[in-house]
């Protein structure tokens, strides 16, 4: 691995402005009354000064959900007290809740097989300073793409999969991440169906990009499938990868309109564009930590 | 029926500027050497004025489709000979082919159940003079809109339809339509599947709207499927309609952000605007010829 | 004025479900701490149900806004109670306010001049219920519509409009205002200057839909500005009525693509629209009350 | 430099499958009859295998312009004596006219400041084998790029521009563009106004990116003035350059909704993913000779 400062990486230190620490609760709970007045108290009586607040309530699923960042300078609990100080409400109200730190710098695991668009646009974003995370490594079934890998400061290893090796590489994968203590797993269009032990060691923690506006076209070649339909919209998703395949919580989509005029290679250029923001723009949504999952879906608090 | 002039209805001649009526042509063949030059060289010679013209090869399918609008004003061949004078072009070519002149008013029949949002868009566009055809008559399977019909000078014809009465019904629709004389069924929001007969005695002339960007959610209740998903864009498509159920050649899509703060009701509110657009959007370009159908899609020359 | 049941008015009482009253607090007021925490106990101990609730602190201007909207039903505080049993913690923060009650129907005069898009657009949009408003009347400059108000049950006012005569006939049209008890004003494609009088009387309660995305092309004729231009994108801004020209707090804006294919004529009849849904989704946040100007700007709480 | 092959480039050869080598004719002219008959006569006789064929009719301005696109393998006209067996045709319609061959491919000079994004995303497109083109060296009046620039195997040249030094550096640039042979200047966010003698030397071949939908937000800080006047939605535009800043001849644009919840540097971070879509899409469409300009439109035969 070469050294990042000689390959000009501009680390998130260098492009943030100097912001001040924060302290982010993601809440879900059954919808009850004195939520809200609840939470907003405990912040008020220990001088948190909230910089971003939101809330959604399900009304069909009676479902209350919650994102509450506030500034750690100034808070009278401190930083290793707040989930204790926290605990007895999150109890009363049968949260289920987490807490996250933004100087805490998430480790992503960046997955990637023959197309490699996805893999140099989260890598370009990432040494401009776009997401605050680190990309150690770089996971790949085929060789290819070692050079651009190493270009950017991160390692490569090569798990090549096939039927009967699948179940023993997943396994060599997962002692990977957990050497490497990866918080996050980005499929930037890696074609290998993740296996059961990867879902369940990183729940809503994978992020897939499928090249289809879901759930048309779910599974392989949608861009083939799209231009034999005739379809004059085509589409991206960023999804969280579950056991089911493509049928995962959508974190986000977006579209762009073709007409007869484009050949199936017409599409798969336009495609990649979708692609790369759309997968950019889940990747980011996950690291500021404005996603709450529940049940099959999403709430984005942007 | 109201005369419309008390409606304050307008004419397409009142709104449309003094414009010179045209012949154009639609053509559809496998793609050959010297197609262009012959179309264009017959044009030429006979003094026609191009005012349009545009063609489209599909590479794959090796389909050549060609749309040319040209003035008759000015043109040697009279409008009556047209077809005559090109049959040999046609012939050595063995194109599907069609003329149409701009001063034939097409007439519609609209369909509508209980939802009336299409219904008067479509009729309040037509009465603006934005639509080039008549819609002498409304067709429904309920009787709750013959008001609006009416308020708008048409005629309103009720067919209430069981499985058991479904066959004949369609049939006494079929005896009006024929006496009616009408070119075109737009159905807008007809909770009814239009049987056989009468998609066979209109092959590509009747347009649907459907609820989602197809081929997303077909089939009934798309925007509450679509809640359950979780999806962050919705849609709205305009398709022929052919006998299997929202399976046709599409004409036109469009589709909308939405959020988790969108119930079904909002979905079901945001996707009315969508309906809307995408529907008066494929009834005119199909009233302007803009429209040729081969395989199961559509070229739009727009 | 027909009667409205003969002419098929669907009411909004009709097509809403049977929903709950509410009452609405609009807030905004400089950024302090403890704001939310106020407002949510005062909600929590006199039992409020709160249906919806979102806040927003623009960092920059360091100003708080919020919109609270929760059940009448068993909320502890009567109606008429309620603004005073507010007022203190109103005071303390030195809020701008106010409390909206979901049953209370608002009126509006819908003013048009030859051009009818959203004249038909809105008239039917309310006919449909989507509006919880009243339309008792419609304004305009010229004598063309009003068979089209009168089919849908409105009176119709027509004051020409000179140079000489504006002063005089923008008092006359006040004074009918106030006779008709009007909460809101929508311009639809009203092709006149609305005067200071009008402005200062109705401030944050005059909706105009401009043909442009402002600030580009503000002004007359913003199609054959476009098109001279060669923009590949136009658009529509529905904003609220200033004493400047197309300056006033935008409320919401949409756009479509267009070509070299498209003539001016093709600019205006895409235009038209997103006119249509851009000025009926402001017209619609206003009503449910989903905006808080503040300086020159909207926040939509959607 | 580094050699090329040392860091992964894939030429266009390696991920083009093999097409065929085609010629390419640009026509504009003034509307006559007889154009498309005559161009399409000529191809037809000498064999010509058409792959696309489009044209277009500016009827305000009476002036027509066509794109034509055939395999050379078959004509019947040798490469080197095209231009001369077409123009005795060019010269009857007083046409301007250009002829393409798709196996020359374009030197592109990129040209940047201080903001990567735009640099970063060209250069990773162009490795992937995305655009039909060379790009053989970066010119900054910065230095700090240079090590971005030779890592995906360029050269760099470091231009600092004072008022003073403007006049001097950029007769320098020139001498170096003319050395290497440039066909294209593409600005990815280049932050300083190109002087008379470049736009003259490269009329319509100097491409910029402006962070605003034009004619909105033209100069300099669109993202402010936008966050200030308060718009829904923020745009891109890119342009050839002329000698008026921001005014010429628009390719394409695209736009993103954002709303009251965007801080100005979250509209920089939502209009980055604009721009280099935008930007990359006019490149692409540029060398895939698909752009006429006339007058102070682009028609862009896509």
Redesign the interface.
């Known amino acids: 691995m070469r050294d990042r400062n000689?390959?000009?990486i501009i680390s998130s230190n260098d492009t943030m402005p100097d912001q001040p620490v924060t302290a982010t609760l993601l809440i879900s709970c059954r919808d009850q009354?004195?939520l809200?007045?609840a939470v907003?108290?405990f912040?008020?009586?220990n001088?948190?000064?909230?910089?971003?607040?939101?809330?959604?309530?399900?009304?069909?699923e009676s479902v209350f959900l919650q994102r509450v960042e506030w500034e750690l300078n100034g808070f009278k609990v401190s930083r290793s007290e707040i989930a204790d100080a926290f605990a007895p409400i999150a109890k009363r109200f049968e949260m289920d809740w987490s807490i996250r730190f933004s100087d805490h710098t998430p480790r992503i695991a960046l997955f990637v097989s023959k197309l490699?668009?996805c893999l140099?646009?989260v890598l370009?974003?990432w040494?401009?300073g776009?997401f605050r995370a680190d990309i150690p490594i770089v996971i790949s079934n085929h060789p290819d793409?070692e050079?651009?890998a190493r270009?950017f400061g991160c390692d490569f290893e090569h798990f090549p999969i096939t039927e009967e090796t699948k179940t023993e590489q997943e396994a060599a994968i997962l002692d990977l991440l957990d050497s490497e203590k990866i918080d996050l797993l980005v499929l930037a269009r890696y074609m290998q169906i993740i296996g059961g032990g990867l879902v369940d060691r990183y729940p809503n923690r994978i992020i897939n990009i499928h090249h289809s506006?879901?759930?048309?076209?779910a599974g392989a070649r949608p861009y083939h499938h799209a231009h034999e339909?005739?379809?004059?919209?085509i589409?991206a998703t960023a999804h969280y990868v579950t056991a089911e395949l493509d049928q995962g919580?959508?974190?986000?989509?977006?579209?762009a309109?073709v007409?007869?005029?484009d050949?199936?290679d017409d599409l798969i250029?336009k495609g990649r564009?979708l692609e790369k923001?759309v997968f950019?723009?889940a990747i980011d949504l996950h690291l500021r930590n404005r996603i709450v999952v529940y049940g099959?879906?999403?709430?984005?608090f942007?």
Chains 1, 2, 3, 4 share one sequence.
């Open positions: 000689t390959v000009g009354k004195g809200v007045a907003s108290a912040l008020f009586e001088d948190g000064n909230i910089i971003h607040a939101d809330q959604h309530t399900d009304q069909e490699p668009h140099y646009d370009a974003r040494r401009m776009e793409h050079p651009v270009d506006f879901l759930p048309a076209f339909r005739g379809v004059k919209i589409g919580p959508i974190i986000d989509q977006d579209v309109r007409s007869h005029r050949s199936v250029r564009d923001t950019a723009r099959n879906k999403t709430v984005v942007d």
